[in-house]
């Protein structure tokens, strides 16, 4: 588990940011091309050894790789200033996991459907509040963390939490420590999130909820560019499905505590997902 503590380009292993490029054609001449991330484990982060991985990351590697594109630069940035990150050409594509929706859509574009995922509560052992879901929190002595620029946030107040009930904090880190410190009864998060921490904080106190979705839809992540990116996003698109179809994407994400449940229905699609954005 590791928290965003600083915005700027990531030099480590797997990672150099030397020859990298926000330009997709300048990218398959250089075999580098930069990417912006958040540091949220399981889907964009650096590990131990320093290299950027996650479930985002080791798909993007797979699929530019017959683009003729073999090294990724880390950028790393708040995960509210991905998209505005992007616009300003700091990096050529986001690889975080972050969802489609039509307001994100209106600034961005964004590859197939790559996963889907339901959200989760990280709660005291037991749970004794009782906190399953959003509707839950309203009206019981409780406040609950989410993550700066998160879903969470909006489907909390969607839900009619009070904003008086929700802490926003900057980093994985931080929310896990506010709930085990006691500073907040839980943390709203995605369930595959939610698993991640635990098994790599055994002894923590926590559990986690059953997943439970949104508006009876699971949320679904994809990898983000700037509008006008055809070439990039078509040519991106044509090799993920291709990773999808073969069986090498579930293979790939299978370490990061993804399974064919997060595998997206094959006839979904993007513009399905971003309305009339």
Same mark, same amino acid.
């Given at each position: ?8 380009? $990531? ?18 001449? #250089? ?5 912006? %991330? ?6 964009? !982060? ?8 996650? *479930? ?42 972050? %969802? ?33 879901? !959003? #509707? ?14 998160? @879903? ?10 009070? *904003?008086?009930?929700? $802490? ?40 986690? #909820?059953?997943? /439970? ?6 949320? @679904?992540?994809?990898?983000? /560019? ?11 698109? #044509? ?16 370490? %990061?505590?993804?399974? *064919? ?17």
């Amino acid at each position: 588990m590791r928290g965003v503590a600083a915005t700027g380009l $990531v030099t480590a292993t797997g990672c150099g940011s030397e020859g990298a490029s926000t330009s997709f054609k300048e990218a398959q001449r #250089t075999g580098t091309i930069k990417v912006g %991330f958040a540091n949220e484990a399981p889907y964009g !982060f650096i590990d131990e050894t320093g290299r950027l991985t996650g *479930e985002a990351p080791e798909v993007a590697r797979a699929v530019l790789k017959p683009l003729g594109i073999t090294e990724l630069a880390g950028e790393l940035a708040d995960f509210r200033q991905l998209i505005p990150g992007l616009k300003a050409n700091r990096y050529a594509f986001v690889a975080a996991g972050m %969802f489609i929706n039509p307001s994100r859509c209106a600034d961005a574009a964004f590859s197939i459907p790559d996963y889907q995922v339901e959200s989760a509560f990280l709660v005291p052992k037991g749970n004794p509040k009782g906190i399953t879901r !959003f #509707t839950d929190i309203p009206g019981k002595d409780v406040l609950i963390a989410v993550l700066t620029g998160a @879903v969470e946030l909006g489907y909390a107040v969607e839900a009619g939490v009070p *904003e008086e009930q929700i $802490v926003t904090l900057g980093d994985q880190d931080s929310v896990f420590r506010a709930v085990q410190d006691g500073r907040v009864y839980g943390a709203a998060t995605l369930d595959t999130t939610a698993a991640w921490l635990l098994e790599r904080n055994p002894g923590s106190g926590l559990e986690k #909820t059953e997943p /439970f979705p949104h508006r009876s839809e699971p949320g @679904v992540g994809a990898f983000t /560019f700037p509008r006008g990116a055809t070439d990039f996003v078509t040519a991106f698109d #044509t090799e993920l499905r291709k990773l999808k179809k073969s069986g090498e994407w579930l293979r790939i994400v299978k370490p %990061f505590g993804f399974s *064919e449940r997060n595998a997206p229905p094959p006839d979904m699609t993007t513009d399905q997902l971003c309305g009339d954005a």
